[in-house]
Each structure stands twice: as structure tokens, then as C-alpha cells.
């Protein structure tokens, strides 16, 4: 069962459903035929033998036999003249009887001191229904009146309905079978439509989209959630694809570096001097190229759910004190003037090693960006439960449409690539995975000439 299809599975459960339902219909209908039937033939014989109980205890015996002669050829229920009639004293002696009772006694039941309906089978001949009733004539005298009434038309009738019946519920189930199949063809035809179409859509071409019949029903619903996966997709192997082309332009310049320098080393021979100059300038782009390396191995262990953090509570307003002092003397080298302002004492929750971290790559920043004689203000504060770090920079700035991409990896703004070519490009980035792993943000205002405001929020600790 498991290797059959959703269609044979949805029509085997309709047919199957359609089927049980038919088949206990049928044996209800059945039933209760049998029951009505038989409860209209005990109501008919009480009502005979009611009418012929008063009669025999109102009238005297000599009109009897024509009354139960008359009584005989109105016929039965079933418009037959298969009644039969037999009137007893207390004794069990047999007064009166039909004619058609002239060779059988219809016998009196153990319990005939009230009402009794049994069924008699006469040899050679179909069951016959008797109701046995006792009266009292108005001398006090006892009688049983007997009226029995043959189930041959009855039992016609229920061989028939079986008949029906039984020939009917097998149609019933193939019908239901084909209409099974017929609706699950038809429900599942959307489906097979988004699988024909998926399997046009590659992973060169996710700008694709599945088509959607009806947005109301589970098949619509289902298919919009798919066509968001593909966005998503699309946006993701963009990225991806994005930043493999970054990844090797930055990975590409230090190394055509190292490459060309090295080239120009051998071609002659030099002093040592010289070659204490080329080491010096290999080393440094060595150390680019391990920098660059070393982020995109933490932003990829982060994208796998696998950088750990090692959270404690730390004094944040401790952590920017410690940075400043290390700061300030990278500040002088580059003639900029820094400041720091802590407002009160704010403590967080928070991994000490990769906060300080994006703490200096912010601040590292805004040193890239700032030109000679510029100023950077550092400060802490709280506000409602959050604890805040801003850092503010009177640099080039960032143009508004390049604002919602500086946080991507490998994304640079182009005046400022040409200010300063030190960086790797995935100093946001970072900084943006630690605000957020912490379960905080950064935001940036920024206006071209006039600086930038770096701001991360973390949660206090409370």
C-alpha cells in the first residue's frame, strides 16, 4: 500500500466509504422492512381479532360461522385470502373454525392466558402468523380467539427487496469506484500541473513561478507557499552566487599581489634591505588574505547554526571602557579626535570575546571613514530594557540607496572603496550576526559629508 498512488488511495477510500455506507443502508433497509412488515400484520390480526372477540361476546354463536366466512373472504393485508380463524373454549376444545382450517387445528401456546403471537409453519405449506387473543362472553364464559394470516406474500415481498438489494449494491460500489476515480482525477489535476511545472524549473532559472488556479483552496494555499520557497531561493542562490563573485575579487587582489611582488623579487638580484621591504609588504598581505578567510569561516559556521556562543553577564558599560583605552592610541595615529560618554552602568547577557568584537569593528569603521582631524563619540546608555551603544562619526557618510545593502556581505560603497582599501567588506556583516545572535540590532543613520550613527541595541539584564 505504501507504493500505491494518492489517486488509488483517495478512490479506494471513496469506495470503500461509499460502499459501507450502502451496505449498512441496505441491511437497515432490510430490517426495518422486516420489522414494519411484521409489525403491520400483529397490528392487523389484533385488530380482526379484537372486532371478532366483541362480536362473539356481544352476538350469540349461531350467526358465528357466517361472520367468520365473511370475515375470511375480505382477504389479508397482503390482498389475499390466506386467513385462517379458530375459535376455543377454556378447555382447548375448538368451537369455530374457518374452512380452510378443516384438516389443521391452529394449536393453542402454553402462555395463551394473554395475548400471544407466534409464527406456525402447516406441513407442506408457507409460515403462517397467528395472534391468539382470550375474551369473556358477558356470562363469563372463556374463549380464545385465534386469527392467523400466511407470510407467503411477506416473505415474496422480502425476496424481492433481497433480490434488489443484492444485485443493486454491487453496481453501487463500482458506481462509486469510477466516480472515485473520476473526482480524484479531477482534484488531483492541479497537482499534477505544478509537478509538470516544477520539473521545467532549474536552478539557473528560479525566476519562475508555479501557477496558482484558485488562491482559496489548500491546492492554492499550497502552491503560494511554494512560490515564496522559490523567492526565497532565488534570493538565496543570488546571494550565493553574489558573494562567490566577491569572495574571489577580494581573495584575487592580494594574491595577484603576493604573486607580482614576488615576481619583481626574483627577476634581479637585490639587497637585503630590499627583500625585508618585500616580506614586510607580503606579510601584510598575507595577514589581509587570513582576516578575510577567518570572517568568511565564522560567517559560514554562523549560517550553519555551528558558531557557538559563550554567554555571561558581562558590565557593557565596562567592555567600551576597555575598547576606548585601546582606541585612543589608534586615534592618534590617524589624527582623530574620540570620545566616550557612559551614562550609567548597563550590564548584559552576551559573549564578551564577539561583543568586543563588533564593538571594535564599528568603531574601526568609522576610523576608515573619517578623514584626518574628524571627530568619533562613543556612548552608552539604557533605554527602557535595552542597553545601547552608539558610535558616531563625522566621515564621508553613506548615499540613502546604498543604506539597505551595507550590512551585506562583501558590500562596499564605492566612494568609500576608494577612501580606503584595507577592508575586507564583511565587517558589517559580522557585526550585524552578533547583534542579532544576541538577540538584539543595529541600525545606522548617515548622511553623505555629515558621518554615520551606528546603533546597537541589546537586551538588559534585568
Known sequence: MKDWTIRTRLTLWYAGSVGAVSIISALLLY?????????????????????????????????????????????????????YVQ??????????????????????????????????????????????????????????????????????????????????????????????????????????????????????????????????????????????????????????????????????????????????????ARSPTEHQQALATYIGEVAHLARIVDDLFMLARADAGKQELVRAELSLSGLVCEMYEQVEIMAEVKELHVSLSVSDEVSVLGDRLRLKQLLFNLVDNAMKYTPAGGTIRIAVDREASWARVTVEDSGIGIPVADLPHIFDRFYRVEKARSFDGTGGGLGLSICQWIAQAHGGQITVQSRVRYGSIFTVSLPLLL
Not at 31 to 50: I, K, P, Q
Not at 53 to 72: C, D, F, H, K
Not at 172 to 200: D, F, H, K, N, Y
Request: with cysteine; proline share 5%; hydrophobic share 45%.
Open 31 to 83: 430490517w426495518g422492512f422486516v420489522y414494519t412488515s411484521y409489525r403491520s400484520v400483529d397490528l392487523f390480526l389484533r385488530e380482526e381479532a379484537e372486532a371478532l372477540g366483541n362480536y362473539l361476546s356481544l352476538a350469540s354463536r349461531a350467526g358465528m360461522p357466517s361472520y367468520i366466512a365473511r370475515l375470511v373472504e375480505e382477504g389479508d393485508l397482503f390482498s389475499g385470502q390466506n386467513k
Open 87 to 268: 375459535i376455543s373454549n377454556d378447555k382447548g376444545e375448538v368451537l369455530e373454525r374457518s374452512a380452510n382450517l378443516a384438516e389443521g387445528v391452529l394449536p393453542l401456546p402454553a402462555q395463551a392466558q394473554e395475548e400471544v403471537v407466534t409464527t406456525l409453519v402447516f406441513p407442506d405449506s408457507l409460515p403462517v402468523r397467528v395472534l391468539t387473543l382470550p375474551v369473556f362472553s358477558q356470562a363469563g364464559d372463556g374463549f380464545f380467539v385465534q386469527e392467523g394470516v400466511s407470510l407467503e406474500a411477506l416473505q415474496t415481498s422480502l425476496y424481492r427487496l433481497y433480490a434488489m438489494l443484492f444485485f443493486l449494491l454491487p453496481g453501487m460500489v463500482g458506481l462509486s469506484i469510477v466516480s472515485g476515480w473520476l473526482m480524484a482525477r479531477r482534484v488531483l489535476q492541479p497537482i499534477e500541473v505544478i509537478t509538470q511545472e516544477a520539473r521545467t524549473i532549474e536552478a539557473q532559472d528560479l525566476s519562475r513561478r508555479l501557477p496558482v488556479t484558485n488562491p482559496q483552496d489548500e491546492i492554492g494555499q499550497l502552491t503560494r507557499v511554494l512560490n515564496s520557497l522559490l523567492s526565497r531561493l532565488e534570493a538565496t542562490f543570488a546571494q550565493m552566487l553574489r558573494f562567490t563573485a566577491d569572495a574571489a575579487h577580494e581573495l584575487r587582489t592580494p594574491l595577484a599581489v603576493l604573486r607580482c611582488g614576488m615576481e619583481v623579487t626574483v627577476s634581479k
